[in-house]
């Protein structure tokens, strides 16, 4: 079962490059933000939303070569979609973020969860809490040049299990529902 029963944003006003401040800034298409936004991610000046957080790559690169592969290939993926908008083809790097990479980063995903990626390889035992946690998820998105986060209340969930939905990233992980919202609006307001 799953709930987003709370969903709030918060938006900052600031030059996100360098270049759009007048510095001559640098492209760091390696860190991601871990976001996206719900009409694809992208801008007109092929500013695209990397779905893979500095955390989530640390983590797939300690689980090992079966799960950091497909974050690596995901990775290259997006870097040649900037590659190809800033050579001018920014329809199909358009299609090519919306569709093949998004893919790309669901299976990655998919298959850490699957092989239990973050979480301890020991021999497993049953999570006999209630599910009565929330944990609490953000993303953020870029519209003309101002950043804003979204976030939300994801659960009820079990104890120290994990889960956002599409699009979210995990934050930190509440014992109620009014703890989340609360501690989620102070997260959001010291952005």
């Known amino acids: 079962m799953q709930a ?7 938006t900052l006003l600031g030059c996100l490059m360098l270049s759009a401040c007048g510095g001559g800034g640098s ?36 689980c090992g070569i079966q799960v950091s592969g497909n974050y690596t290939q995901a990775d290259s993926g997006y870097d040649s979609l900037v590659s190809a908008c800033k050579q001018g083809d920014k329809a199909k790097a358009d299609a090519y973020y919306s569709g ?30 209630a599910a009565s946690n929330y944990n609490f998820c953000v993303k953020s998105t870029t519209v003309n040049g101002k950043l804003s986060y979204e976030g939300t209340c ?38």
């Open 100 to 129: 093949t990479y998004q893919k790309m980063v669901d299976y990655a995903r998919s298959v850490s969860k699957e092989l239990g990626c973050g979480q301890n390889n020991g021999p497993t035992l049953p999570n006999n809490t």
């Open 27 to 62: 492209d760091d298409s390696g860190s991601g933000s871990g976001s996206t936004s719900a009409s694809g991610g992208t801008s007109s000046t092929c500013q695209y939303s990397n779905l893979i957080s500095d955390a989530e790559r640390k983590q797939a690169s300690a």
């Open 4 to 10: 987003h029963p709370t969903t709030f944003a918060v």
């Open 154 to 191: 994801y659960g009820p969930v079990k104890s120290g299990e994990g889960g956002c939905g599409s699009g979210y990233n995990y934050v930190s992980q509440y014992a109620s529902l009014s703890t989340c919202t609360s501690g989620g609006k102070s997260w959001l307001e010291s952005r």
